[in-house]
Nanobody, 123 residues
Framework: QVQLLESGGGLVQAGGSLGLSCVAS????????MGWFRQAPGKERELVAA????????YYTDSVQGRFTISRVAATNTVYLQMNSLKPEDTAVYYC????????????????WGEGTQVTVSS
């Protein structure tokens, strides 16, 4: 069982930056995929970015490509999401998630979830 704890959300003006962190309670093995999801009011949850733990290969949804960066530090079992050039449409609850194996590019198969952190971007 892996517990995930997010931090770093908040309120920022459009064009600003925020960084999110997610610490896992247990060692993340090399086969894991770690992802950041978000869910805005009235919308479905979407996969924003993902990273394969072993090699650091990444995936981004089109709407955040070039603005968001996902990274990880294996020694501390931490995954990060750096968000730049934020837009009001980025406003959502952001969730960290983990799956022990599987496709980097899909939103399926995530077994472990954090409780989420609110990101609000004002116009």
């Amino acid at each position: 069982q892996v517990q995930l704890l997010e931090s770093g959300g908040g309120l920022v003006q459009a064009g600003g930056s925020l960084g999110l962190s997610c610490v896992a309670s247990a060692r993340i093995s090399t086969a894991y995929v770690m992802g950041w999801f978000r869910q805005a009011p009235g919308k479905e949850r979407e996969l924003v970015a993902a990273i394969r733990w072993s090699v650091g290969r990444t995936y981004y949804t089109d709407s955040v490509q070039g603005r968001f960066t996902i990274s990880r530090v294996a020694a501390t079992n931490t995954v990060y999401l750096q968000m730049n050039s934020l837009k009001p449409e980025d406003t959502a609850v952001y969730y960290c998630a983990a799956k022990p194996f599987g496709d980097l590019l899909t939103a399926h198969g995530y077994d472990y979830w954090g409780e989420g952190t609110q990101v609000t971007v004002s116009s």
